[in-house]
């Protein structure tokens, strides 16, 4: 099955810089790669997608990349302001019936001002 | 539009109690149902997903079993609590087959005593 390696798992930068999060994935099937944030006993809420037929995808300030060749994806957060603070998880999953998003493990990031 | 509710919202249960967790969805058909589960400070465990009434595919053996009486519930459950099930548990669907994005519930926060 599908296996989901996500890097680093704590990341604190200063308020403006920016913010790289990174992960690798196993099955050369998946071709559905979701980002979600996760406040403080909240739900993840989904920021950004990607799907295997582009390179990368860019919404204001956050941006994914996706290199299938290697089989990994990064999340790229630009301008980082207090309330990017959060936990970051990665996913990936094919997108055929009987399938379901994997996870890895987040990435805590801290923005401090 | 689509709305998901997970009940209740916070749980304390003694080791050995039974658990009945549900999950419904409104404003769609036939969606794909999924069980995550979150230790604390930890990632996205899957446990279980369907893709239709009575259909349950599970993904990690333990005391836990899932159940989909109807289109848009979702029923998590347990005849004995460990005191390793405490958690936060989280209901997810997603739009059938030909969709991609996943969306999550409000979460049940599990504690077993």
């Known amino acids: 099955g599908e296996n989901v390696e996500q890097h680093p798992s704590t990341l604190s930068v200063q308020e403006g810089d920016s913010a790289v999060i990174k992960c690798t994935y196993s099955?050369?099937?998946?071709?559905?790669f979701p980002w979600y944030k996760q406040e403080l006993g909240k739900r993840p809420q989904l920021i950004i997608d990607?799907?295997?037929?582009?390179g990368e995808k860019k919404d204001q300030r956050i941006a994914v990349t996706l290199n299938k060749t290697a089989k990994h994806f990064s999340l790229h957060i630009t301008e980082t302001q207090p309330e990017d603070s959060a936990v970051y998880f990665c996913?990936?999953?094919?997108?055929?019936?009987?399938?379901?998003?994997?996870f890895g493990k987040g990435t805590t990031l801290s923005v401090s001002s | 539009s689509q709305t998901i509710h997970q009940w209740p919202a916070t749980l304390v249960q003694p080791v050995g109690s039974p658990l009945s967790l549900e999950c419904t969805v409104e404003g769609t058909s036939n969606p794909n149902l999924y069980w995550y589960r979150q230790a604390a400070g930890r990632g996205l465990q899957l446990l279980f997903y369907?893709?239709?009434?009575?259909?349950i595919s599970s993904e990690v053996p333990q005391n836990l079993s899932a159940s989909r009486p109807q289109d848009r519930q979702f029923i998590l459950s347990s005849k004995k609590l460990l005191l390793s099930d405490s958690g936060f548990y989280l209901c997810?669907?997603?739009?059938?087959?030909?969709?991609?994005?996943?969306?999550f519930g409000p979460g049940t926060r599990l504690t077993v005593t």
């Open positions: 369907s893709v239709g009434i009575g259909q």
């Open positions: 996913a990936a999953r094919r997108n055929q019936a009987g399938t379901a998003l994997i």
């Open positions: 099955d050369s099937a998946s071709n559905y």
């Open positions: 997810a669907w997603k739009q059938g087959y030909n969709t991609y994005e996943q969306y």
């Open positions: 990607i799907r295997s037929n582009v």
